[in-house]
């Protein structure tokens, strides 16, 4: 995370940090079980070297629990942020936090660090929050806490760690919408065609107040843990998207809470894409063709769209 933040520095892509801070116990346990962040407490608080979590496989080590609360609290800071200014706000932080159920931890994730800042958001200025999630794996956890004015849409790897994200639902006024991907890869003009389908056909319809993008990068090419053979530029595309949509329904109230993506290069260069389009002027659509997506995923995406 040093190493990122000292690369997008030196590009002037830091210019206006913000601070974190830590989520306080209470925001916590809107995503997570009392029960669960006792365990936290407990496990961390006996560490004097690394070991594994017990609920599942996670790294800790004695500074965790700090570590996690501020990941938790700069995903909150960064969504207050955006609501403040109208426009995007990166939270750049570690541990990621999508396989955070509301029971355990799992998958490098100890809290649910976009679902928390939902949830917050949620309390401070009610209305309704979409995650969406185009991390190479499917965000378990956040899908195991969306409902009660959280809708979560996710594209995935397929099968891919954690095995889960089948699922189209609305649950009220929610939904869940999963969009497997082959995880022999696919084409990175598909992957945006995807995802611009997506902000259309089941995103907009579900009409957010505000979003919360579980960014993980671990879709790129190359990257050692995901890699579904997409280029560093897709994340350009997708910002874009996402940037239009968020003027568009939702007041330009976007955080992007960082998750996975393990290749340094890979990681700076798609947050650097992420800000120069969050940047940018409004711009037509990427132009992306349509066509090439597989025809098992564009079946998913005509079921997510007749879901809304
Ligand atoms: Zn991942």
Redesign the pocket.
Known sequence: MEVVAARLRASGVLGEALAARDASDEEIERVHTARYLELVKREVGALDGPRYLSTGDVIVDPSSLAVARRAAGGAIAALDAAVAYGEPVFALVRP?G?HAEARRGM?FCVFNNAAIAARAYRVRYGGRVTIIDF???HGNGTQDVAGEGLSYVSTHASPAYPGTGTELERRGEDAIVNVPLPASGIATEAFVAVWERLLREAIAPLRPDALVVSA?F?YVAGDP??DLGVGVEAAYDLARGIGALARECCGGRVAYVL???YAIDALVRSIEEVARASDAAQGDASGAGHAAIPSAVRVQLERAKALM
Do not use: I, T
Request: proline share 8%; hydrophobic share 10%.
């Open positions: 990621p999508h998958g991390d190479y794996h993980g671990d843990v995901g998750e996975g993506g």
